[in-house]
């Protein structure tokens, strides 16, 4: 059997080791300590924001900040309908409404078009979002500008799900850092990761300094246990912590070794697309910086003699090798099927033909040898 290729495993090198048995030595194992505080600033000073809470995971980020918005019962909430079910549960954890926006075709991202008709609907009914969630998904920055732009139009607070872009950026400016929250994660298939865990950003100290409370399950301060809110169990370890540091200081070579692995597989598919097949790319706007997190593909088999996105991912399966369909959108799920949407088509279209590509930054050499074989060998029954 052949081992398993993974689209996108854990990648760890030796100075977190050094920091996780710092925590032990010290016997900083409980929840808060140094490496905390230092991984904190780490975030700070890598996404330029000014506060960071570390968290225990990017989902957690997402539901302090819809508390911090006030966002209550029966309120309604504006997400990307096209990403990860996290961007979106926290909604409802909160009672309230979420209305789903759809995509546009440069960046896959929430269409800040149809986002406006959204508003102005609502505007209309006098029932304006507490909150709009936009998402940059697999890496590639949002059209953040035309968001900014509309979301102060009519006054609403953003919550920018950076969870898949931490080393991405705008002429610069890093994703997680253009609106009132930013949010991180650290899950396991991340650029970086801290086994689990998410930060939320905001240049507010007031609004972190309240995050960090409720957090700790909001603990008052009093020399008994005493609580004048409901508070959460949602603070990052201080061993988790240690790992995130040594992350962080590979966190630049890690988004290099994505971004190549992205030229390979476009470069490859380059080749193909000469040979008469036309597949595209999720591709990068002017000034926009992705981490290439994950390299996703459109196969469109009216465009490919037929071939699907499905045969690919079967039969690299088959060869133990993981690939995974770009995410299901939200608009699509059982559990959101009631929910108000605005849809163009483009989320379906990508969910249909879209395909995630092992994208790890500690893919080897054999390992490509392998995948680009399996494709040939794809190709090679289409010519």
Not at 48 to 72: D, F, P, R, Y
Not at 99 to 121: C, G, H, Q, R, Y
Not at 358 to 373: A, D, V
């Amino acid at each position: 059997m052949k081992s398993r290729i993974w689209l996108s495993s854990p990648h760890i090198g030796t100075k977190e080791l050094q920091y996780v048995n710092e925590a032990f030595s010290t016997n900083w194992i409980a929840p808060l300590g140094p490496h905390v505080n230092a991984f904190e600033k780490g975030l700070q000073q890598q996404t330029q924001t000014k506060h960071a809470a570390a968290l225990s995971s990017g989902t957690s980020a997402i539901h302090l900040a819809l508390i911090l918005l006030e966002v209550n019962a029966g309120d309604t909430v504006y997400c990307q309908s096209f990403t990860f079910s996290a961007s979106a549960n926290p909604i409802s954890y909160q009672g309230a409404v979420p209305v789903f926006i759809d995509s546009e075709n440069e960046t896959w991202n929430m269409d800040p078009k149809l986002l406006k008709i959204a508003l102005e609907d609502a505007k209309q009914n006098d029932k304006l979002p507490k909150a709009i969630i936009p998402v940059h998904l697999y890496g590639m920055p949002a059209k953040m500008n035309e968001i900014i732009t509309i979301a102060n139009e009519y006054n609403i607070p953003l919550i920018e799900d950076a969870a898949e872009a931490l080393g991405a950026n705008i002429n610069q400016k890093p994703c997680g850092s253009f609106s009132d929250f930013g949010v991180l994660s650290f899950n396991g298939n991340k650029i970086i990761t801290t086994s689990g865990g998410g930060a939320l950003l905001s240049n507010n100290e007031e609004i972190i300094e309240k995050a960090r409370f409720l957090a700790s399950q909001a603990r008052d301060s009093a020399p008994h246990y005493q609580h004048s809110h409901i508070g959460y169990n949602y603070r990052m370890s201080n061993v988790l912590a240690g790992i995130g540091l040594g992350q962080l200081e590979v966190l630049n070579d890690r988004v290099i070794s994505r971004r190549n692995n992205f030229e390979r597989y476009k470069q490859y598919f380059l080749k193909q697309n000469n040979a008469g097949f036309e597949i595209k790319f999720q591709e990068e706007l002017h000034g926009y910086y992705s981490n290439r997190w994950l390299t996703c593909i459109l196969v469109d088999p009216t465009k490919n003699k037929g071939l699907t996105r499905e045969e690919i991912r079967l039969t690299m399966d088959a060869e133990n090798i993981e690939t995974r369909p770009l995410w299901k959108p939200m608009h699509q799920q059982p559990v959101f099927a009631i929910s108000k949407k605005y849809l163009n088509g483009v989320s379906d279209k990508l969910f249909e033909n879209g395909l995630c590509l092992p994208s790890g930054s500690n893919l080897t050499e054999e390992e490509f040898e392998r995948i680009f074989n399996c494709l040939d060998l794809i190709f090679s029954k289409y010519r």
